[in-house]
């Protein structure tokens, strides 16, 4: 219980630190109200690709958690260390019991959507931060779903074969990730808030018996991979459908509102 409360508190910490970011944050809008800023970032064209950008390097950092997982399953003194890791959970906190990591791993990305209903600009309007959010988890439910099928883990609780990596885990990773890539740019406390958060969701992973530890360290890495690999490859793909060709017909798909009613619109001019 001693771990559950310390975890606890650095997230009670964190968030308020992420509330006094957001207020000196938050900008002058005038006479404007929440209506408005909520029409004006769901119904106007999304902006420039150039806020789009990430570098391929900062993908090494996930790549090498991903490896460590890995590696547990060839490794043994790697394997020896899960055990050892719930060895002392089960010393230390045998009657450990809680559901909150379901509601955790959520939590960075109701904070992106939260920030932005409260007038904090992040760095997309909402057309593009939506399709990036669903490119990542397209990216993490393939591995997640392919990785758990075919490593056949069983968990430490002998719960079922479904243990590595730790979905989770990798799902408030992912999240972490987008938080930090949306607003990080407005405070560095915004990325830490995340990644506390998401760190507490796979510590609660193994204080629950779900997951091992190599298990979590792994859906840490999918998670951030994933998020990171949406904002590398979603310039492209919005390229492709908002561009001019060479033969000079231009394409555009873009969010519509008319008469009380939200669609998408796709137009090409030729």
């Known amino acids: ?61 996930p790549a090498i958690l991903i490896a460590y997982g890995a590696s547990s399953f060839v490794i043994h003194p790697v394997r020896q260390f899960d055990h050892y890791v719930f060895g002392r959970v089960e010393q230390n906190d045998a009657d450990f019991h809680s559901v909150a990591e379901s509601y955790f791993q959520f939590a960075p990305v109701a904070i992106v959507y939260g920030l932005n209903l409260a007038g904090v600009e992040g760095k997309n309007r909402f057309i593009d931060r939506t399709a990036l959010l669903g490119l990542s988890a397209g990216i993490l439910g393939v591995f997640d779903y392919s990785l758990k099928k075919t490593t056949h883990r069983l968990r430490p609780n002998n719960g079922d074969y479904y243990s590595f990596p730790s979905g989770h885990t990798s799902t408030a990773f992912a999240g972490a990730e987008f938080l930090a890539q949306e607003y990080s740019g407005k405070s560095v406390w915004y990325g830490v808030a995340g990644y506390a958060i998401a760190t507490t969701t796979g510590i609660f992973r193994m204080y629950n018996r779900d997951h091992w530890f190599s298990d979590v360290v792994a859906g840490a890495g999918f998670g951030i991979i994933s998020t990171k690999l949406s904002y590398l490859v979603y310039p492209y793909i919005r390229n492709k459908l908002t561009h001019t060709d060479k033969k000079g017909r231009s394409t555009m798909l873009m969010p519509t509102y008319q008469d009380g009613a939200a669609g998408l619109a796709f137009s090409m001019q030729l």
């Not at 992420?18 to 029409?39: E, F, M, R």
């Open 1 to 61: 219980m001693k771990m559950k409360v310390k975890y606890l508190l650095i997230m009670i910490c964190c968030a308020l630190a992420l509330n006094v970011s957001a207020q000196k944050n938050l900008p002058d809008t005038g006479k404007k109200n929440l209506g408005d800023t909520i029409k004006k970032d769901l119904f106007t064209a999304p902006d420039t690709v150039k806020k789009l950008h990430g570098n391929p390097r900062s993908l090494i950092p």
